[in-house]
């Protein structure tokens, strides 16, 4: 299945999935207080300061051919599709006001800066805070208008306009805009009525504003930036599509108001084109061939097939992603098996259970790094955890003290008089996946779970949508309909992208059935965390949130039933001759910096 | 041979109307429904789903969905005046008479849901070109290797060169096409790298922008280097066509070499043969052209492959062709576009067998239909 980004700038994505209960007023930790956190230094936090240099440009000109293995949607990336691979094909073609570099900082993309409140771009104000927008001075769209505040302040109109269908963006953040100041300037000030973490992920892309206004919102993601009339669209960025073949290729050519008013200097290729082929396989031997320059989205699971291929080895560059392998236990089910008591204990048990050493060995060969932490160990808010070791002795005195008794046939029965018998799900199409479900189960069975592994179609039944899928459908995440999934989640620069996967009222069962969290973790103290990093700009604050929130997730009392298995690697295939592609493992994708690319 | 014609296009009108609600039964059948595209897009809200099922009419009852799908009903309307169009004339007629603009009957098959903007008739229009090439070239060679290997099959049956013949057929036969089409890949382009991967065309022919199979530039490079651009589409087509036809000889020739050791048993071959008639000019002539009926029939069975291409080929070696836009739309839940193939190729169907059926009368003087 597709690779998936999340809704703000990059918060957290699914990549793929996984599966049994009902709905979730359990709690693990309910009643857990925060830790105390281990008070990060109060120092100087710099968000936007990278080690990325470029080299110089040698040498311009002829065809640069960019491959995948996946189709992208559509030229609204983050507005109408949440696939990354809209942003490897057109995240270049409609700039941000910032992304994120290879390093994991914030770098300035039609703005000249990246405002925090350390550099006082962002002032608060009571509740609220005034954030200053300095954009590049004569930078222009590509069909000659300039980009101003104007833009800004449209698009927040734009994006809470009721008519918006299908916008993926949804109201978060733009709903505490009151106003934007600036007019037809380029220095604006965005007024908040509340003081909003995620503010860098907003105006991602930013949208040009005389573009939206040549028809209804309703009719946008269908009228504007059409597949079939590309050359219509108005864009920001380096490249800007002329033709999408369908099936085949997406074609570009330079946008000269990019290379005259914002980069100025020359484009480093006449033309490029994104290809994808059907298959990793396919577009690697493709690369081979050498009928790409660049070939993107492989990871771990393709190392060793890069390697039987033939591919040279400096054409491969591998790095640790931001992307995780992990399981997603279903609190809500355990509950309603084993009772508030039984479901805490048990939970407890398994983070002991788990030995992630020997998943890493025998499932990606002992190349990935493993993990207890849901955040990339670059991003400035990581803390160093102690991860849980594995200790079978120790799992089965908790379970034994929580009043779970071992049957004839070795498995645990609950104080309820229930069989400790779990539904383990994930994508059918992912073998590693289901491998790994299947050691687990072996792993499990020292501590008398017994865990049965189903492989599912990932869409729609993993991760079919609350009225797309049937209630009962055998482990649709939606509706609860299993005990623990395999998937991965993509970690992105904003902690806030985590808000909608552990906050209580985001469990899917509630509400309008749009929430993320799975897991039906609800709760309180890390719902108030959670409010207070909503509602926190300074950097330094931020932190030492997040500090007490992975101390909540990697605290085995506190039974938090998520369990991170390993980093992904990120791995990119790319000509020698190519310079200044930089793998860059964050949502921003590989084709974040090709404004920089030549070939020489 | 005309009333003939026109009984059978009467016939086919119902066939075609509960192909057209088995389609459509389908899709409402498929898990998921038309919205499940959306199901993971985390901040996509009740509201905002609601309004698209609005939008695309997936609020209303299911005849009316089938019915304005169809283009028997005024997306307009209400109450019984959904069968008339805003002219006054009954909704199926065509526009040029008042009648309606949309759904099936009009030739509006929707817009893709996947490909934002785009009408599918646009979507289909564009992958077909490339289907009927590939398809086109595979048939041709296949049904020329089928009859040969079946003629040369029956007239030395039994023989040692049968039974390589036969042997080759079963292999190739037993091959699966997915499979088939990676080993090719990893021996020719992987391996050797004599033929790319994948793809109809090389990007890098062409230095300028939008060089792609049908577009503007492809035909201006084509008009002033022709030899080049044939090379590089046979290059992309060598093992598509020979994974096509690895697996599709093998049931034909068979199909020929029956039909042909019967058509040998026949007392008028043995006839030419005593009379002195050479043995090429008995087995091509006499022989071949009565074996070749059945065949004929078959032939008309294989049309609609024309049209929607070879799944699994197209995709093992991303041809961007029919096929692959059928899997590719099942798995973006591109309903429009799979309604739209689906319904193209039962017309395809439908016209092949009636093809095939006055093609037997044509070569067949002994059959009439009058």
């Given at each position: 299945m597709r690779k998936r980004l999340t809704v703000?700038?990059?918060?957290a994505a699914i990549v793929t999935s996984a599966c049994t209960s009902s709905s979730?007023?359990?709690?693990?930790?309910?009643?857990?207080?925060?830790?105390?956190?281990?008070?990060?230094?109060?120092v100087a936090i710099?968000?936007?300061?990278?080690?990325y240099k470029p080299e110089a440009v040698t040498k311009t000109g002829g065809k640069l051919v960019m491959a995948e293995w996946q189709e992208p949607v559509t030229v609204w990336w983050n507005e109408y599709d949440n696939s990354a691979t809209d942003v490897e094909a057109f995240g270049f073609s409609l700039w941000s006001l910032w992304s994120a570099t290879a390093d994991y900082k914030y770098y300035p993309q039609l703005a000249t800066t990246v405002p925090t409140v350390l550099n006082g771009g962002v002032v608060l104000k009571g509740d609220g805070m005034d954030e200053t927008i300095t954009m590049r001075p004569g930078a222009m769209w590509s069909d000659g208008q300039p980009i101003t505040c104007d833009d800004l302040a449209y698009q927040v109109t734009w994006q809470m306009?009721?008519?918006?269908?299908?916008?993926?963006?949804?109201?978060l953040g733009w709903e505490d805009i009151t106003s934007v100041d600036g007019g037809s300037g380029t220095t604006c000030v965005v007024h908040f009525a509340k003081q909003y973490e995620?503010?860098?992920?907003?105006?991602?892309?930013l949208l040009p504003k005389h573009y939206l206004q040549t028809v209804s919102v309703a009719d946008a993601g269908t009228k504007l930036y059409a597949a079939n009339n590309l050359k219509a669209g108005v864009y920001s960025g380096p490249y800007m599509p002329t033709s999408w073949a369908a099936g085949a290729e997406i074609d570009y050519v330079p946008n000269p108001q990019f290379w005259s008013t914002i980069k100025k200097s020359t484009a480093g290729f006449d033309s490029v084109v994104f290809k994808y082929y059907d298959s990793s396989a396919t577009e690697m031997a493709g690369f081979k061939n050498a009928e790409t320059d660049v070939a993107m989205n492989?990871?771990?699971?393709?190392l060793a097939a890069m390697t039987t291929t033939g591919i040279?080895?400096?054409s491969i560059d591998s790095i640790d992603g931001t992307t995780y392998e992990q399981h997603s236990w279903n609190y809500a089910s355990l509950k309603t098996k084993f009772g508030d008591a039984g479901a805490k204990a048990l939970m407890t048990a398994l983070h002991y259970a788990y030995d992630k050493g020997a998943i890493n060995q025998r499932?990606?060969?002992?190349i990935a790094v493993t993990t207890?932490?849901?955040?990339?160990?670059?991003?400035?808010?990581?803390k160093e955890l102690t991860c849980p070791t594995t200790d079978v002795a120790k799992a089965n005195q908790i379970l034994d003290a929580a009043g779970f008794t071992t049957g004839a046939d070795g498995v645990r029965v609950a104080?309820?008089?229930?069989?400790v018998e779990l539904l383990g799900c994930t994508s059918k199409s992912r073998t590693y996946r289901v491998n790994t479900l299947t050691l687990l189960a072996s792993q499990l069975q020292q501590i008398g779970v017994k865990l049965d592994v189903k492989p599912v179609p990932t869409v729609p039944d993993l991760f079919g949508g609350w009225t797309e899928q049937?209630?009962?459908?055998?482990?649709?995440t939606t509706h609860g309909n299993f005990d623990v999934a395999e998937f991965a989640w993509v970690a992105g620069?904003?902690?806030?992208?985590i808000y909608l996967l552990y906050y209580?009222?985001?469990?899917?069962?509630?509400?309008?059935?749009?929430?993320?969290?799975y897991i039906r973790v609800n709760n309180p103290a890390l719902d108030q965390l959670l409010d207070q990093l909503k509602r926190t700009v300074d950097l330094n604050k931020v932190r030492t949130i997040m500090f007490q929130i992975q101390d909540i997730y990697v605290n085995p009392d506190n039974a938090f039933p998520e369990i991170p298995l390993y980093y992904w690697k990120t791995v990119v295939l790319k000509n020698?001759?190519?310079?200044?592609v930089v793998n860059n493992a964050?949502?921003?994708?590989?084709?974040?910096?090709?404004?920089?690319w030549f070939k020489a | 041979m005309t009333r003939y014609i026109v009984r059978r296009l009467v016939g086919a009108i119902p066939t075609l109307f509960i192909i057209s609600i088995l389609i459509y039964g389908f899709v409402l059948l498929?898990?998921?429904?038309?919205?499940?595209?959306?199901?993971?897009?985390?901040?996509?809200t009740a509201e905002s789903r609601a309004l698209i099922v609005h939008r695309w009419g997936l609020d209303q009852p299911i005849p009316v969905q089938y019915c304005r799908w169809l283009g028997v009903?005024?997306?307009?309307?209400?109450?019984?005046?959904?069968?008339?169009s805003n002219s006054g004339v009954?909704?199926?007629?065509p526009a040029a008479v008042g009648?309606?603009?949309?759904g099936v009957l009009h030739l509006d098959l929707g817009i893709s849901s996947s490909k934002n903007g785009v009408p599918v008739t646009e979507v289909i229009g564009e992958h077909f070109p490339r289907t009927l090439m590939l398809a086109g070239v595979a048939l041709v060679v296949w049904l020329t290797l089928a009859l040969l290997l079946g003629v040369i099959s029956a007239v030395k049956r039994y023989t040692k060169i049968d039974g390589a013949i036969t042997v080759f057929n079963y292999v190739a036969y037993s091959f699966p096409t997915f499979w088939l089409g990676l080993l090719l890949i990893i021996i020719f382009s992987s391996a050797l790298g004599w033929l790319p991967a994948g793809g109809m065309w090389d990007v890098k022919l062409d230095p300028a922008p939008g060089f792609y199979f049908g577009s503007s530039e492809y035909w201006s490079f084509f008009s002033q280097h022709p030899l080049a651009v044939l090379a590089d589409l046979a290059s992309h087509l060598i093992l598509p066509v020979a994974t096509l036809v690895a697996v599709s000889v093998a049931g034909d020739s068979r199909f020929v070499r029956a039909s042909m050791i019967d058509a040998l048993r026949q007392d008028f071959v043995r006839t030419a043969g005593a009379k002195g008639v050479t043995e090429r000019r008995v087995i091509f002539k006499h022989a071949l052209r009565n074996a070749l009926l059945p065949v004929v029939t078959n032939i008309g069975l294989e049309l609609p492959f024309l049209f929607t291409g070879a799944i699994a080929t197209e995709t093992v070696f991303s041809w961007p062709g029919m096929g692959k836009l059928f899997i590719d739309s099942v798995g973006k839940f591109d309903y429009p576009v799979v309604m739209g193939i689906s319904v193209i190729t039962a017309l395809l169907v439908v016209g092949g067998n009636l093809l095939a059926d006055i093609v037997y009368a044509i070569v067949d003087p002994r059959i009439s239909y009058g």
């Amino acid at each position: 299945m597709r690779k998936r980004l999340t809704v703000l700038l990059a918060i957290a994505a699914i990549v793929t999935s996984a599966c049994t209960s009902s709905s979730a007023t359990g709690t693990p930790g309910a009643t857990t207080k925060p830790s105390v956190a281990p008070s990060p230094t109060a120092v100087a936090i710099d968000i936007s300061t990278t080690n990325y240099k470029p080299e110089a440009v040698t040498k311009t000109g002829g065809k640069l051919v960019m491959a995948e293995w996946q189709e992208p949607v559509t030229v609204w990336w983050n507005e109408y599709d949440n696939s990354a691979t809209d942003v490897e094909a057109f995240g270049f073609s409609l700039w941000s006001l910032w992304s994120a570099t290879a390093d994991y900082k914030y770098y300035p993309q039609l703005a000249t800066t990246v405002p925090t409140v350390l550099n006082g771009g962002v002032v608060l104000k009571g509740d609220g805070m005034d954030e200053t927008i300095t954009m590049r001075p004569g930078a222009m769209w590509s069909d000659g208008q300039p980009i101003t505040c104007d833009d800004l302040a449209y698009q927040v109109t734009w994006q809470m306009d009721a008519g918006q269908v299908g916008n993926i963006q949804g109201h978060l953040g733009w709903e505490d805009i009151t106003s934007v100041d600036g007019g037809s300037g380029t220095t604006c000030v965005v007024h908040f009525a509340k003081q909003y973490e995620g503010y860098l992920g907003l105006w991602s892309p930013l949208l040009p504003k005389h573009y939206l206004q040549t028809v209804s919102v309703a009719d946008a993601g269908t009228k504007l930036y059409a597949a079939n009339n590309l050359k219509a669209g108005v864009y920001s960025g380096p490249y800007m599509p002329t033709s999408w073949a369908a099936g085949a290729e997406i074609d570009y050519v330079p946008n000269p108001q990019f290379w005259s008013t914002i980069k100025k200097s020359t484009a480093g290729f006449d033309s490029v084109v994104f290809k994808y082929y059907d298959s990793s396989a396919t577009e690697m031997a493709g690369f081979k061939n050498a009928e790409t320059d660049v070939a993107m989205n492989y990871n771990q699971n393709d190392l060793a097939a890069m390697t039987t291929t033939g591919i040279n080895q400096a054409s491969i560059d591998s790095i640790d992603g931001t992307t995780y392998e992990q399981h997603s236990w279903n609190y809500a089910s355990l509950k309603t098996k084993f009772g508030d008591a039984g479901a805490k204990a048990l939970m407890t048990a398994l983070h002991y259970a788990y030995d992630k050493g020997a998943i890493n060995q025998r499932i990606v060969g002992g190349i990935a790094v493993t993990t207890c932490n849901f955040n990339s160990p670059l991003v400035w808010y990581y803390k160093e955890l102690t991860c849980p070791t594995t200790d079978v002795a120790k799992a089965n005195q908790i379970l034994d003290a929580a009043g779970f008794t071992t049957g004839a046939d070795g498995v645990r029965v609950a104080p309820n008089g229930k069989a400790v018998e779990l539904l383990g799900c994930t994508s059918k199409s992912r073998t590693y996946r289901v491998n790994t479900l299947t050691l687990l189960a072996s792993q499990l069975q020292q501590i008398g779970v017994k865990l049965d592994v189903k492989p599912v179609p990932t869409v729609p039944d993993l991760f079919g949508g609350w009225t797309e899928q049937g209630a009962d459908v055998p482990c649709n995440t939606t509706h609860g309909n299993f005990d623990v999934a395999e998937f991965a989640w993509v970690a992105g620069l904003d902690p806030l992208g985590i808000y909608l996967l552990y906050y209580s009222t985001y469990d899917p069962s509630q509400g309008d059935h749009s929430g993320v969290n799975y897991i039906r973790v609800n709760n309180p103290a890390l719902d108030q965390l959670l409010d207070q990093l909503k509602r926190t700009v300074d950097l330094n604050k931020v932190r030492t949130i997040m500090f007490q929130i992975q101390d909540i997730y990697v605290n085995p009392d506190n039974a938090f039933p998520e369990i991170p298995l390993y980093y992904w690697k990120t791995v990119v295939l790319k000509n020698t001759a190519m310079h200044n592609v930089v793998n860059n493992a964050t949502s921003a994708t590989n084709s974040w910096n090709i404004e920089d690319w030549f070939k020489a | 041979m005309t009333r003939y014609i026109v009984r059978r296009l009467v016939g086919a009108i119902p066939t075609l109307f509960i192909i057209s609600i088995l389609i459509y039964g389908f899709v409402l059948l498929a898990p998921g429904g038309p919205t499940a595209a959306f199901a993971m897009n985390a901040k996509m809200t009740a509201e905002s789903r609601a309004l698209i099922v609005h939008r695309w009419g997936l609020d209303q009852p299911i005849p009316v969905q089938y019915c304005r799908w169809l283009g028997v009903c005024n997306p307009d309307g209400q109450g019984l005046g959904i069968l008339v169009s805003n002219s006054g004339v009954p909704y199926f007629l065509p526009a040029a008479v008042g009648g309606g603009n949309n759904g099936v009957l009009h030739l509006d098959l929707g817009i893709s849901s996947s490909k934002n903007g785009v009408p599918v008739t646009e979507v289909i229009g564009e992958h077909f070109p490339r289907t009927l090439m590939l398809a086109g070239v595979a048939l041709v060679v296949w049904l020329t290797l089928a009859l040969l290997l079946g003629v040369i099959s029956a007239v030395k049956r039994y023989t040692k060169i049968d039974g390589a013949i036969t042997v080759f057929n079963y292999v190739a036969y037993s091959f699966p096409t997915f499979w088939l089409g990676l080993l090719l890949i990893i021996i020719f382009s992987s391996a050797l790298g004599w033929l790319p991967a994948g793809g109809m065309w090389d990007v890098k022919l062409d230095p300028a922008p939008g060089f792609y199979f049908g577009s503007s530039e492809y035909w201006s490079f084509f008009s002033q280097h022709p030899l080049a651009v044939l090379a590089d589409l046979a290059s992309h087509l060598i093992l598509p066509v020979a994974t096509l036809v690895a697996v599709s000889v093998a049931g034909d020739s068979r199909f020929v070499r029956a039909s042909m050791i019967d058509a040998l048993r026949q007392d008028f071959v043995r006839t030419a043969g005593a009379k002195g008639v050479t043995e090429r000019r008995v087995i091509f002539k006499h022989a071949l052209r009565n074996a070749l009926l059945p065949v004929v029939t078959n032939i008309g069975l294989e049309l609609p492959f024309l049209f929607t291409g070879a799944i699994a080929t197209e995709t093992v070696f991303s041809w961007p062709g029919m096929g692959k836009l059928f899997i590719d739309s099942v798995g973006k839940f591109d309903y429009p576009v799979v309604m739209g193939i689906s319904v193209i190729t039962a017309l395809l169907v439908v016209g092949g067998n009636l093809l095939a059926d006055i093609v037997y009368a044509i070569v067949d003087p002994r059959i009439s239909y009058g």
